[in-house]
């Protein structure tokens, strides 16, 4: 057999293994390009809310513990988690009005800010984070009651919106998902009722009714390997020739 042979062989097999079918870990997530997205949601009407007005907005949810819907994940947690934002500085407000001068709507636009996830360990396995930046914040108070307009039984409603940063996964989580720690972006949104306070006021509350985060995470790219092992084959083709070549120059001196 020619010595170079069994570099050869080697290298073929890891190649085939690099390429071949992806781990039982990344199983969950569909597959859209190099990114996948995947989202956490609940439809309680508590267990969240929205504090804005000021010169910060601030908000906390919760989400169900299994985190990402319809996925058995595991060695990771599936306890209920939380989700905490802050955004700021405030940027604008922007008020329509009636023809009696009432607010009638209102929208609040605020500056960036970061948001958090985590789920505490249970049995199931242990708890993980996520953390992102956000790009702004807006809290969109579709309906302000006025003496014409009741709006939802008198009280005002509408929903937060905020755009995702970069961000990145705990260890833990990206090896369940069998993503990279780094995500490049997402959103959150939340839809707020019975929202107390009135328009200027700047320690308005609006709890939560339904919510969702998602997520745009990155799969690891299969052809980053290949090169990879590639490169560690031409290191492996070219050593013998240099050894041999160290070999004929000592025997002709």
Request: charged share 20%.
């Given at each position: ?34 990114n996948v997205s995947f ?47 802050i955004a700021g500085p ?77 961000g990145l996964f705990s ?83």
């Open positions: 057999m020619h010595p170079r042979w069994p570099g050869f062989v080697a290298v073929f097999v890891w190649l085939i293994a690099a390429a071949g079918p992806r781990p039982a870990t990344a199983s969950p997530l569909r597959y859209e390009s190099r989202g956490t949601s609940c439809c309680w009407s508590i267990g969240g809310a929205v504090f804005f007005g000021g010169a910060e907005a601030s908000g906390e949810d919760t989400f169900e513990g299994l985190a990402f819907p319809y996925h058995r994940l595991e060695g990771v947690s599936r306890q209920m988690g939380r989700i905490e934002l405030l940027l604008s407000v922007s008020v329509r009005y009636d023809d009696e001068g009432n607010p009638t709507s209102s929208l609040y636009e605020y500056g960036p800010g970061r948001l958090s996830a985590r789920a505490p360990a249970d049995f199931n396995g242990v708890g993980w984070t996520f953390a992102a930046s956000l790009r702004g914040l807006t809290v969109d108070v579709w309906c302000e009651p006025t003496e014409y307009d009741e709006c939802f039984d008198g009280w005002p409603y509408g929903e937060v919106t905020a755009a995702l940063g970069p260890p833990e989580i990206a090896a369940a998902l069998g993503v990279l720690r780094q995500s490049r972006g997402g959103s959150y949104w939340m839809a707020i009722d019975e929202i107390e306070g009135a328009v200027g006021d700047e320690d308005r509350v609006g709890p939560k009714n339904l919510s969702g985060l998602t997520v745009h995470a990155v799969v690891p790219e299969p052809g980053l390997a290949l090169l990879s092992l590639v490169g560690l084959g031409m290191v492996a083709w070219r050593r013998p020739r240099r050894s041999r070549r160290d070999r004929d120059t000592s025997m002709t001196a």
